[in-house]
């Protein structure tokens, strides 16, 4: 039963879906594409804890799906919980990116969507990922190339521009659109700022004036909270989170539930944190094995006990993890630690 926090008012629900193409996304809630993180696991836990509209695959490289890469092929595990899933895909050659587009719907994607945020170098350097804003007539080849190639929708997650200051995108958008381009997400940062300084959202408001098809508003939404002051303020069709749920995919619940009804529901309780981090793991194992599973979730299990006592010494613990038994034990060992600790004995944390 949900628990009421707090209830807005006058403003709620003001939840309504948008339409990717012939895609109807309900709720207007979307996990953003994260490398490392937004793997089929993480997309499945997500979807079944809250509901969000979309899902998004992390970034994948469409010359190493040309060059059928086996660990890129893994990358896109698509099962019918997902859908609608859009699978994101980068590259700077347009027979190369609409191909592996092709191959992306044989896969089991509902929406291609094109990576135009990216700006790390290993990246931009081939003319890939935000470098595409630097030219418009070869971004709009590469729209074109796709929607050639394919029957589903295809979208673009891209930035404010390339240079501080310099809100490119707004002129791009519409030819992009005219290329055949059914939605946006727009990260409300440029290129040069990486994830540093804070996103504009009147730059997401005056994108979404500008062009007629969807706009996600997507950068530094953290609460449920955030979630409605962005779609008030900017008119935007959706709302895209990315950081906030990385060890803590209960913001995407909360978000949907309080888009629709306005409540704020309670904060997951220490053995759902436990429960959630171990399913996490385990469907990874089950996609990965074992070893690669765990080591691949070291960085991330961590967050989800961020803010607790002793959570430093227990993302040392998993950091030497290697099996599934050794995290199911130290997860074990921490909520005994958390519960002598909150009974007033001060046990430590061993690792
Ligand atoms: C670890 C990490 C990986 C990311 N990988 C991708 C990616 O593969 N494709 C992409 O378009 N954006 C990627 N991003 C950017 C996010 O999708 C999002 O635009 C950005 O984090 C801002 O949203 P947020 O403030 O909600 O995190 C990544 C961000 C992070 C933190």
Same mark, same amino acid.
């Given at each position: 039963m949900p628990i009421l926090l707090e209830k807005p008012k006058n403003v709620l629900p003001i939840s309504s879906a948008y339409y990717v193409g012939n895609i109807c996304i309900d709720p207007p809630v979307v996990l953003a594409p994260m490398a490392d993180v937004t793997n089929g696991s993480f997309r499945r836990l997500v979807k079944r804890m809250g509901s969000p509209g979309l899902v998004v695959t992390e970034l994948i490289s469409t010359a190493a799906i040309h060059y059928g890469s086996k660990r890129t092929f893994e990358m896109f595990d698509v099962t019918e919980e997902q859908r609608p899933l859009a699978v994101q895909l980068f590259g700077a050659d347009p027979a190369m990116m609409a191909e592996a587009a092709k191959v992306a719907v044989d896969q089991g994607a509902d929406i291609i969507d094109i990576n135009m945020g990216c700006w790390v170098p290993k990246v931009c350097k081939t003319g890939a990922g935000a470098a595409m804003m630097k030219d418009e007539a070869a971004a709009c080849r590469i729209v074109e190339a796709i929607v050639r190639a394919v029957e589903v929708p295809v979208t673009v997650k891209t930035r404010? !521009?390339? =240079?501080? !200051? =310099?809100?490119a995108t707004v002129g791009l958008a519409k030819k992009l659109e005219e290329a055949g381009v059914q939605a946006f997400a727009l990260h409300a940062r440029y290129a040069t700022q990486g994830h540093t300084g804070e996103a504009d959202w009147e730059l997401i408001r005056q994108m979404k004036e500008s062009v007629s098809k969807p706009v996600v508003g997507n950068g530094d939404i953290k609460t449920p909270q955030d979630a409605l002051r962005i779609l008030q303020e900017t008119g935007c069709d959706g709302v895209m989170i990315g950081r906030a749920a990385i060890g803590n995919p209960w913001v995407i619940r909360d978000i949907v539930h309080y888009l629709k009804t306005g409540e704020l529901l309670p904060p997951p309780t220490l053995d759902e944190r436990i429960e959630t981090a171990l399913a996490h793991v385990s469907d990874l194992v089950e996609h990965l094995g074992e070893n690669r599973g765990v080591r691949h979730l070291r960085g991330q299990l961590p967050l989800y006990f961020k803010g607790y006592r002793g959570s430093a010494r227990l993302r040392d613990a998993i950091t030497s993890a290697d099996t599934l038994v050794s995290v199911r034990d130290t997860l074990a060992r921490f909520a005994n630690y958390i519960d002598h600790f909150e009974h007033g004995e001060d046990s430590p944390f061993e690792n």
């Amino acid at each position: 039963m949900p628990i009421l926090l707090e209830k807005p008012k006058n403003v709620l629900p003001i939840s309504s879906a948008y339409y990717v193409g012939n895609i109807c996304i309900d709720p207007p809630v979307v996990l953003a594409p994260m490398a490392d993180v937004t793997n089929g696991s993480f997309r499945r836990l997500v979807k079944r804890m809250g509901s969000p509209g979309l899902v998004v695959t992390e970034l994948i490289s469409t010359a190493a799906i040309h060059y059928g890469s086996k660990r890129t092929f893994e990358m896109f595990d698509v099962t019918e919980e997902q859908r609608p899933l859009a699978v994101q895909l980068f590259g700077a050659d347009p027979a190369m990116m609409a191909e592996a587009a092709k191959v992306a719907v044989d896969q089991g994607a509902d929406i291609i969507d094109i990576n135009m945020g990216c700006w790390v170098p290993k990246v931009c350097k081939t003319g890939a990922g935000a470098a595409m804003m630097k030219d418009e007539a070869a971004a709009c080849r590469i729209v074109e190339a796709i929607v050639r190639a394919v029957e589903v929708p295809v979208t673009v997650k891209t930035r404010a !521009g390339w =240079q501080y !200051g =310099q809100f490119a995108t707004v002129g791009l958008a519409k030819k992009l659109e005219e290329a055949g381009v059914q939605a946006f997400a727009l990260h409300a940062r440029y290129a040069t700022q990486g994830h540093t300084g804070e996103a504009d959202w009147e730059l997401i408001r005056q994108m979404k004036e500008s062009v007629s098809k969807p706009v996600v508003g997507n950068g530094d939404i953290k609460t449920p909270q955030d979630a409605l002051r962005i779609l008030q303020e900017t008119g935007c069709d959706g709302v895209m989170i990315g950081r906030a749920a990385i060890g803590n995919p209960w913001v995407i619940r909360d978000i949907v539930h309080y888009l629709k009804t306005g409540e704020l529901l309670p904060p997951p309780t220490l053995d759902e944190r436990i429960e959630t981090a171990l399913a996490h793991v385990s469907d990874l194992v089950e996609h990965l094995g074992e070893n690669r599973g765990v080591r691949h979730l070291r960085g991330q299990l961590p967050l989800y006990f961020k803010g607790y006592r002793g959570s430093a010494r227990l993302r040392d613990a998993i950091t030497s993890a290697d099996t599934l038994v050794s995290v199911r034990d130290t997860l074990a060992r921490f909520a005994n630690y958390i519960d002598h600790f909150e009974h007033g004995e001060d046990s430590p944390f061993e690792n």
